[in-house]
């Protein structure tokens, strides 16, 4: 399949598109600022579990075809991470960007996501192949951290929430059943 | 429908793009500029103009000369539970509430209570226009023109007697009509509460439309409140009782989460909601742009001068 991975490519790209595609027509509703942090940390969210599903997907299907794809859907969470990060500082904040310094201190929402946005930030400096062959084990150890990424971003999304914890409960379902896979019984139970 | 008060002229209503650039129109009138039939290009998008029926109107001197948002923004951008915690649910969803005929029942520390028809609060009150900021606990902000009249004239009609100290307001209960009830998401009905003399304050109005319409039901129709120095959930919608009471009474933000959500809820830049800053506002309808779409939030949302001093002595962080 020499087209797929261009194909997954620009499949990923859709959603940026349409968010920049909105907001040249002005077709993101009355708050497009909101729903651009609303729509990027959603997609960062979904990728991040993207990624994570490669894995397990390998071991149902027997095939090794979706490994190729988790590095680029994980750098694809990063980028979109950074965009939602981005539409924070400059857009909502603005002027008022030196909030966000004051943010991450005092708002355990904003602290947990910017912690989370550090490690896709490691992890995205060291997805190279010459990272990985410089870092040899260590590297493995490094990459753990996803675990903590998931965790601490869908945190984030349940403290952000006013009253309707149904939407980030959604995600935490799906990351549990995706780390499910990961502990060692289960993983028995594949072989 | 009927109204028994008279029907303005067409000529009469404001259409939303004219009063958008009234500023710019009031400069220009001597060429008559009002009558100038709206160009292709204020009409080329797709946002839909102010609808329903029109109401007659009064300017006040509580009114500002903000610039208000556009009709889309302020009936496409709502907090209301009862349809969906979305901003864009109540719009989708609200169609079913049954806003006519409508009644509201007063009783409590009233001397006489009772109840009063929607078509009797229109023809009873003379209806002011009030164009206020409307700002949300969520640190967002809007400008709103409301159509209403002071909460104090309906209230004195039923005459409150000696004990009365609080005005708890209520919410339409019914599942059927308002779907977000089949949730807990809140504790229903959503019910809220002002201290008398906040209610009997001037600035404090109940509603009956926007724009010089009646009310969206997606924006609380038939009835709601309006109190422009608190945060915008304070602002209780679609109201069927409202109670004078000896005790201050449950709100509903503050029954479900007591550590976030006072009584008072004033709009205070100093009290930061535990999870995110006051300081400052977006400002909703600057469109996208980059280091353009927030303010500063002013104490009392710009009302410190009228309001301030019923909070005298008070610690207002404490009583956030
Ligand atoms: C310093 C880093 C970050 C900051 C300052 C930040 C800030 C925000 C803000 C302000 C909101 C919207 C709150 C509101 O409703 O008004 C939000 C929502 C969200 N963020 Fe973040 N975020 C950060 C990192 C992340 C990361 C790394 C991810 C995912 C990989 C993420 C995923 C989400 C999600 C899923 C939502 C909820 C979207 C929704 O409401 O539908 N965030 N974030």
Redesign the pocket.
Known sequence: MPWSKPFVFLLCLTPFGLLVWGAVNNDLGADPT?EI??QT??W??RF?LASLAMTPLRKLLGSAWPIRFRRMLGLF?FFY?TM??AT?VFV?LGLYWPQ?LE??VKRPF?TV??A??LI?LALAVTSTRGMQRRLGRQWARLHKLVYLAIGL?IL??LW?VKADLR?PLIYAAVALVLLAFRVKPLKMLRH | MSYRYKQPKPSEITPESIYKRRRELLKAAGFGATLLPLSPSLMADSEEGPQGSAIKASKSPLSSDLEPNSWNDITTYNNFYEFGTGKGDPARNAHTLQAKPWTVTVSGEVDEPGQISLEDVMSTFPMEERIYRLRCV?AWSMVVPWVGFPLAELIKRFKPNSRAKYVAFKTLYDPQQMPGQRRAVLPWPYVEGLRLDEAMHPLTILATGIYGRELPNQNGAPLRLVVPWKYGFKSIKSIVSIELTEEQPPTSWNLAIPSEYGFYANVNPEVDHPRWSQASERVIGSGFSLFGNRRETDPFNGYAEQVASMYKGMDLSRHF
């Open positions: 909101n942090t609303h940390g959603t960062a969210l991040l969470a991470a939602h990060l924070y909502d966000v943010d991450v904003i996501g910017f989370a946005w896709l971003v984030h999304f952000l939407e | 969520e």
